[in-house]
């Protein structure tokens, strides 16, 4: 089954202990990102990638690391977490769009994080 | 830079009457238009899409959205609302070249029996 996973689910942690996301999508796209949602603000997009080794910030950056060694995988890295990272974070994956083009992208299910 | 603007936080709607979430987006291309709904404690759910062509989009669980480029808007409507519709919905435009989607901030739809 084509799908976007992530791990973990939930996660409670507190603050300044580093800590991993997983993300991993099977059906090979070359584009993958990362969004947090809050209350009355919607999603907004941390970071992206665009294919192996390129990645590049998004809108609000500030306090997270990516990788993307591997083309399925795109790990999300809060190396000393606060309180204001506290959100619900999404994964997304697409395939490559042609120039001026766009393709849907692909949604995980959720990872709630909770920094005491 | 792109923007959506969803206008109304909270809409509260009683069952089997008709619905019409407003979506209002800011991009200078020919936009690619989404909503998305969310259940309490879900994930993200796409409802429909409209890439080109007929203005007037099909999406799942009875759902549509028309766009209008003179509005710049792209409204989602449903004709009988049901109490398992209550749920947060999302308007989205995708950047073309970073391919990522812009969002509204929300608009939770309340059900009254």
């Known amino acids: 089954e084509a799908q976007v996973t992530q791990n973990p689910r939930y996660l409670i942690t507190v603050t300044g202990k580093k800590l991993t996301v997983t993300c991993s999508q099977n059906?090979?796209?070359?584009?993958m990102s990362w969004y947090r949602q809050d209350p009355g603000l919607g999603l907004r997009q941390i970071y992206y990638?665009?294919?192996?080794?390129?990645?590049d910030k998004g809108d609000v950056p500030e306090g997270y690391k990516v990788s993307r060694k591997e083309k399925r995988n795109f790990p999300l890295i809060l190396e000393s977490p606060s309180p204001n990272q506290t959100s619900l974070y999404f994964c997304a994956s697409s395939p490559r769009a042609h120039s001026g083009g766009y393709n849907e992208q692909f949604f995980g299910p959720g990872t709630r994080l909770t920094v005491l | 830079a792109q923007s959506v603007t969803q206008p109304d936080i909270h809409i509260t709607v009683s069952e089997g009457a008709s619905l019409e979430l407003r979506c209002n987006y800011s991009y200078g291309a020919t936009p690619y238009l989404f909503w998305y709904v969310q259940s309490p404690g879900q994930g993200l759910q796409l409802l429909l899409k409209?890439?080109?062509?007929?203005?007037l989009v099909q999406g799942i669980k009875g759902f549509e959205a028309e766009f209008k480029r003179s509005q710049s808007s792209f409204n989602l409507r449903k004709p009988s609302v049901h109490w398992s519709d209550a749920a947060e919905y999302f308007c989205a435009v995708g950047a073309t070249g970073f391919q990522k989607l812009v969002f509204g901030t929300g608009t939770r739809l309340l059900v009254s029996p």
């Open positions: 059906m090979n796209h070359e584009y």
């Open positions: 409209y890439f080109s062509g007929d203005t």
């Open positions: 990638s665009m294919n192996v080794e390129v990645t």
